[in-house]
């Protein structure tokens, strides 16, 4: 078979006839309609929302796979128009793997970086160094060099790829939900789950519905203090009232012209906080500029802006002619936003700063909720004493314990890391402290921060306020931070305190951050700084001094806080190309853990016994080549029951490892002391731990408990039983699982062991109000049912208490949106959110010898 597409390819560049790119303005085929050839032979391709041009333009140059790709390129611009339901392919040029875990990032971050070795890395990271060699077109960037999300922004992202001698627009899809940072640079990038990863790895597009585009306007120019974090949290709560989950957001306006590439990233990193798939910028010329900044290759981005003005991409935001068609429209002006957190236990729950005393004072009283936690109203003003290192201190409602600047979502943003630089100057030379018992941290996404903020002078500074550099990934804001001092945990336990952490991260759901900080506000670093300074939430900014120097002399934010223009020249000056082109030249030899490790050379991976960290999992048991079809599942117990809004971190925690629970049971039968645990999300290569962590949240709320806690009722004997060991009695008598739950059921993080652990727990099907789109399709990856009630329906309405038990009858021809019925004492009807699904793909994947 010929290809079909010959006559549309051409060079981009005269001189260079081998590199070639498909011009859609020469598609003259009539069996494409007279429509379709209207449109791409006019303007009005380039008023597609932005996803689709890359769609259309993701060609390969197979003769097997274009033609295919092609048509359904052009059925996906024919429903869009019309409305209908499509399911539909994606084929990502990119696939980003997150770690596995136990890089330094997750151990203990309390002493420098370059100081942080750990047997887990060798674990762990053996298995990447035998896969960088076993597979092609691999590459690892080994632990300690940073976030994905931020090496990805700064250093991997092409924005157009040039692969056997085609030009392409750059897209990625990852295993983390924040995958979406990219957007921000204009590669159109999500979070998937990583059974759906596996299938990009294998160069199989990805099944997903057409999704809708929300247009999302940006008007006006941000105040003068406001910073990008402020921007982004007034999105996020914005869009989640709007309602865009499982749908893509793409920004446009004005006001985007008024945002530099990592501002957009931020916003872009937050996309699942707010519910959506993508949170697009198109390319412009600030993009092309950041592609300078950051020392990528002049030729390639002269041939990136080429590449896009042909095909039409590249984006002009001030000229409203060149605005896109979508399907909703919603408007933000710059100028309305305020200096804000969110919080106490949602992302989405945004408090203006001015408002924060106020709103925390009425969360406390609050009957228990997202925005309460029930504190008798004559223990509000509880103060409990206590000894730290020799001095005393006291702890009340609202006092900041952890303050930390972590995270992806603003590390990777030099004008908000340079803004808490200079706040920080400005604090030390006022005669500012901040108390000792609190858990200070600065976890840079990236080598380039530390560079620019030591070169500007402010590391310093930082330092003194006890913000030294731990290490560079992911800490605090996934719940590595490690533990507080012994008395300041007694203190709170005694008083029954509402502690808080304040961080600069994205997610800051119940139990996530730690075990002890009830309330977590997300803000931005220079904020962080301020509150670890005031050292509690419970502060008018406006009218209460952040401190009171030597000299008695009563310092306010306003005195310190710098503006914006302060910061631009200092970002101006510093964050120059040769510092990312220093950084990353030696990014994959600087590790010299990594360097020294002597990885396998077998073409299959051998499994070291001894390890507690990573070992053969069970997937694989019992595998088949032939597809096995859904089964009834018959008098099914229910596991637990759950209100709305559990989140991935509830399923299946990353931080802490409790003493008394069943994964660290298991840890002490392998000989290792609590002081060795580390953390769920070190430990994620091991089944035995991740299963036993699975609902190990201590905030977790089952309605078969009267209390927080992750434990449940097993019915046949009546006793309440941690989750895994209820769990365990139910499989070793054959009764099949499920559990019930409410609204936006796996929200959060894309985390896989939300999906793999239940099924390890032997549930079978989860019956809930609706989902988060990610872990929904991972239950589907593993064979676990994803069922929704019907509209207007719930447990409330059909009576259902969970103490019942239930058959779920499953059709051979199990279909998405099939109602399939449910008996119990009575009989009701739920929708099937089964997806259509690559499953011959997952066997093969995870076949172990199909891979090679």
């Known amino acids: 078979m010929s290809n079909p597409f010959v006559q549309i390819v051409e060079p981009l560049d005269a001189k260079q006839p081998l590199k070639k790119f498909f011009n859609l303005s020469k598609l003259e085929d009539a069996r494409y309609g007279i429509m379709l050839i209207s449109l791409m032979n006019c303007d009005e391709f380039c008023l597609l929302p932005v996803w689709l041009q890359v769609s259309v333009l993701s060609l390969r140059t197979s003769a097997e796979f274009v033609l295919p790709f092609f048509l359904l390129s052009h059925c996906l611009i024919i429903f869009y128009y019309s409305g209908v339901p499509a399911v539909v392919d994606f084929a990502a040029m990119r696939d980003a793997v997150k770690k596995l ?14 100081l942080v070795i750990d047997h887990s890395i060798q674990q762990n990271t053996l298995l990447f160094q035998w896969g960088s060699q076993a597979f092609k077109n691999m590459r690892i960037i080994p632990p300690g060099s940073g976030i994905i999300h931020q090496v990805n922004l700064e250093y991997l992202a092409r924005v157009v ?16 939900s924040h995958t979406t940072m990219v957007d ?10 990583g059974i759906e990863a596996e299938a990009v790895m294998l160069g199989q597009p990805i099944s997903m519905v057409l999704p809708e585009v929300v247009g999302y306007k940006l008007l006006g120019n941000p105040q003068p203090l406001v910073t990008s974090t402020d921007i982004v949290l007034t999105i996020t709560k914005h869009l989640r009232q709007v309602g865009v989950v499982g749908k893509f957001v793409e920004f446009f306006g004005p006001g985007v012209a008024q945002l530099s590439i990592a501002d957009r990233a931020t916003i872009a990193n937050m996309c699942p906080e707010y519910g959506a798939t993508a949170a697009y910028f198109p390319v412009d010329d600030i993009s092309i500029g950041y592609l300078v900044q950051t020392g990528r290759d002049k030729e390639k981005i002269l041939c990136t802006k080429k590449y896009l003005e042909a095909v039409g991409m590249l984006r002009d935001f001030k000229n409203s002619s060149q605005d896109p068609d979508f399907t909703q429209v919603v408007e933000l002006d710059l100028h309305t936003v305020v200096p804000c957190c969110s919080g106490p236990k949602r992302p989405q729950d945004k408090v203006a700063v001015s408002d924060m005393k106020k709103d925390f004072e009425t969360c406390l009283g609050a009957k228990q909720g997202f925005k309460g936690f029930q504190i008798a109203p004559d223990r509000h003003n509880s103060v409990i004493k206590f000894n730290f290192e020799g001095c005393d201190f006291e702890l009340a409602h609202g006092s900041v314990v952890i303050a930390a600047i972590t995270s992806c979502t603003n590390t990777s943003n030099p004008s908000v890391m340079l803004g808490a630089g200079l706040l920080a100057k400005k604090a030390v030379e006022a005669g500012l402290t901040v108390k000792p018992y609190i858990k200070t941290s600065l976890s840079p996404g990236s080598g380039v921060v530390t560079y620019y903020l030591r070169e500007s002078g402010v590391m310093s500074y930082l330092s003194q306020l006890g913000f030294d550099v731990v290490g560079y990934g992911c800490m605090t804001c ?3 931070s490690g533990p507080l001092p012994d008395s300041v945990v007694e203190a709170i336990v005694q008083g029954d305190l509402v502690a808080v952490g304040v961080l600069s991260g994205n997610r800051n759901f119940e139990g996530r951050v730690h075990p002890n900080t009830r309330a977590n506000y997300l803000a931005s670093p220079p904020l962080v700084i301020a509150y670890a300074i005031a050292g ?4 008018d900014f406006e009218e209460e001094p952040l401190g009171i120097n030597a000299s008695g002399k009563k310092i306010f934010l306003k005195d310190i806080w710098p503006t914006r223009n302060e910061i631009q020249a200092v970002e101006r000056q510093f964050v120059i190309p040769g510092m990312f ?6 990014i994959e030899t600087v590790n010299e853990s990594w360097n020294a490790l002597d990885a396998p050379s077998d073409k299959l991976y051998t499994w070291n016994p001894k390890s507690t960290y990573i070992k053969s999992p069970p997937f694989f048991d019992g595998l088949t080549l032939a597809l096995q079809t859904p089964k009834t599942i018959e008098d099914a117990y229910v596991l637990l029951n759950f209100g709305d809004s559990v989140t991935t971190d509830h399923i299946s925690p990353a931080g802490n490892i409790a003493r008394n629970s069943p994964a660290a049971r298991y840890l002490t039968s392998r000989g290792l002391t609590p002081r060795e645990f580390n953390s769920y999300g070190s430990r994620r290569g091991n089944d035995a731990v991740m299963a036993r962590g699975t609902f190990a949240n201590i905030r977790l709320v089952n309605k078969f408990i009267d209390k927080q806690g992750p434990q449940t009722v097993h019915f046949p004997s009546g006793e309440t039983l941690d989750v895994f060991d209820a769990a365990e009695r139910y499989k070793q008598a054959g009764h099949p699982l499920i559990v019930l ?3 936006e059921y796996g929200a959060g993080s894309s985390r896989d062991w939300a999906a793999k652990g239940p099924f390890l727990l032997g549930v079978k099907a989860v019956l809930a109000e609706s989902y988060e789109r990610i872990h929904r399709s991972n239950l589907v990856g593993m064979g676990v049912i994803p069922l929704q009630y019907l509209p207007g329906e719930d447990a409330r309405t059909l009576g259902l208490t969970g103490r019942e038990r239930y058959t779920i009858i499953i059709p051979e021809n199990l279909k998405p949106q099939m109602n399939i019925q449910i008996k119990w004492r009575n009989s009701f009807r739920v929708i099937s959110r089964y997806l259509y699904f690559q499953c011959t793909l997952l066997l093969l994947c995870w076949g172990g010898e199909q891979c090679n």
Do not use: F, H
Not at 162 to 176: E, F, I
Not at 184 to 193: A, P, R
């Open 478 to 480: 996934i719940g590595n």
């Open 101 to 114: 875990g136990g890089d330094p990032e997750n151990i203990n971050p309390i002493c420098p970086a370059d």
């Open 161 to 176: 790829m040039d692969q056997d001698g085609y030009y392409y627009p750059d897209s990625v899809v990852g295993t983390d």
């Open 581 to 586: 082109k220093e950084v990353y030249q030696k």
């Open 741 to 743: 739950a409410g609204k």
């Open 536 to 539: 509690t939430v419970r502060i």
């Open 184 to 193: 921000g640079l204009g590669v159109l990038g999500w979070g998937v789950g």
